[in-house]
């Protein structure tokens, strides 16, 4: 179904299967069309033109890491869309799941929701090839993103004690829906699973390493939690 | 309110009246601002990754034009925000009473709704100073915004006959609510009117002169619906 050409050899050595790098760039390139879709919608919400305007150069940001990873997929001879097409139900849930009732809860998807993601991938370019955890790592969003969204939520939250607890709850609907949503993602794909996990090649996580990872995944969402004075 | 400085010079002879220019820089401003949210709704309702893509796409560039009008506003010594403040009304009613119900009423907007305040802005840059007409020729959508819709219009209504009937009222509506906001844009705005209307200064457009303005924005309409195959 997804075609590989001999171009990926351009990026180095790289002992990681081809079939798994694709799909880890077709999770990659779906999540961040989403999550300009996701951002577009929440700049939209956004009260005033100067906030509408700095989630909307977020967004604009999105979508042109969305084309870096489609024009990387095209290089190794994959069809964009063919990548894409089995992550659709697992990021389709998630956005139908965390649905940000307003411009607050907006915000804290942005915040919370998407850092979970970033924090996993994150960890995932240890066990990839240097060529392809490199471009990874560049794709990622960097602390400016988080550094907006966690100010105006600060703004808002002093406005209103009450809007804490409602974003208390929606932190822990997150974190747990995202662990649903990843364990789907690795299910249906046999080749990404072969690319994370150790299952006999020596190469990946093995179960408690990757027991491991999800635990400092959870510390790290705390912490986000704490910075704006909620428990997670 | 606006404020002014003397880098307008810098652009060259300009005989416009400067508060004239930033009130328009604000109606594109705010214009492209909600064309940006609007494209970038209607990618997410795109049946398939490549049209989410290719109006993802659009979106994306509509946020460039954005920023390259808040710049221009800043180099006049302007302030983005409050230059577009007085034009939040029209353009939020015409987004609130022209809200595409499906991918293709939203594709329809993008082609035949977008398309009148383009050829409007690009009528009056034949009233303004070169640098600023350059500017704003430079900032409106090529056609190819205007090809995608329109191919995407095409395969639809082939395949569905009823389809015809409802984009053809969803251009007639579309067609007066953009005449309605427009002259609101207008009666908000004295400078804008300035601006636009030769109401003295020799500069701008008579009333016969904009009645012709007015017959010419209904014919190119009529002509972007025959093309669909439509009654406008």
């Known amino acids: 179904m997804i075609e590989h050409s001999g171009t990926v050899t351009s ?13 880890l760039l077709g999770v990659l390139a779906y999540g961040e069309l989403m999550a300009f879709f996701d951002v577009a919608r929440v700049a939209e919400m956004a009260p005033t033109v100067p906030s509408q ?21 095209r290089e190794l001879g994959a069809d964009p869309a063919e990548a894409m097409q089995p992550f659709h139900e697992p990021f389709d849930n998630w956005h139908a799941r965390i649905t940000p009732a307003d411009w607050h809860e907006g915000l804290m998807k942005i915040y ?37 969204a966690r100010t105006a939520l600060l703004e808002a939250i002093a406005q209103d004690e009450r809007l804490a607890g409602r974003l ?29 996990m150790d299952r006999g090649t020596g190469q990946g996580f093995d179960l408690v390493g990757f027991q491991q990872l999800l635990t400092r995944l959870g510390e790290k969402h705390t912490r986000r939690m704490a910075a704006l004075g909620l428990d997670a």
């Open 11 to 23: 990026t180095g050595t790289t002992s990681a299967p081809e079939a798994g790098v694709t799909s």
């Open 53 to 73: 305007q700095a989630l909307g150069a977020l967004a604009a940001r999105e979508y042109s890491v969305f084309e870096q990873l489609s024009a990387r997929l």
């Open 168 to 196: 208390a709850l929606l932190g822990r609907r997150m974190m747990g829906e995202a662990l649903s949503q990843a364990q789907l993602v690795a299910l249906i794909n046999d080749d990404l699973l072969d690319l994370i």
């Open 112 to 148: 919370a929701g998407s850092a979970i993601a970033t924090d996993f991938y994150r960890e995932l370019t240890d066990v990839l090839d240097p060529a392809t955890a490199d471009m990874i790592r560049r794709a990622l969003p960097d602390d400016e993103q988080a550094a907006i």
